[in-house]
């Protein structure tokens, strides 16, 4: 198992800047890809951004060129810093771990804000 907590999250003015960050522990040695989804009142759960062990990253349409991903493997932690944000970002975070045949691992999720 994997335990994940984030943090950063908040209420920001259109325009503004958040970074996310994950924190991972547990069964870390297994992970393939850590991400980020998001979850709108009434909509799907939907990627929004994602980044392999070997560094790839893979981003949905609707951020491109506004969100960057990163991880630093020493500290087991996944950020996504957040530019120019909308109004249409606002949701809730979640952070995720693919661990392939060993399964996929949820944080609670955090609220993420953006004022008009």
């Known amino acids: 198992q994997v335990q994940l907590v984030e943090s950063g999250g908040g209420l920001v003015q259109a325009g503004g800047s958040l970074r996310l960050s994950c924190v991972a522990s547990?069964?870390?040695?297994?992970?393939?890809?850590m991400g980020w989804y998001r979850q709108a009142p009434g909509k799907q759960r939907e990627l929004v951004a994602a980044i392999t062990s070997g560094g790839m990253t893979n981003y949905a349409d609707s951020v491109k060129g506004r969100f960057t991903i990163s991880r630093d493997t020493a500290k087991n932690t996944v950020y996504l810093q957040m530019n120019s944000l909308k109004p249409e970002d606002t949701a809730v975070y979640h952070c995720?771990?693919?661990?392939?045949?060993?399964?996929?691992?949820w944080g609670q999720g955090i609220q993420v804000t953006v004022s008009s």
């Open positions: 547990g069964s870390i040695f297994s992970i393939i890809a």
């Open positions: 995720n771990v693919e661990r392939g045949w060993r399964g996929t691992s």
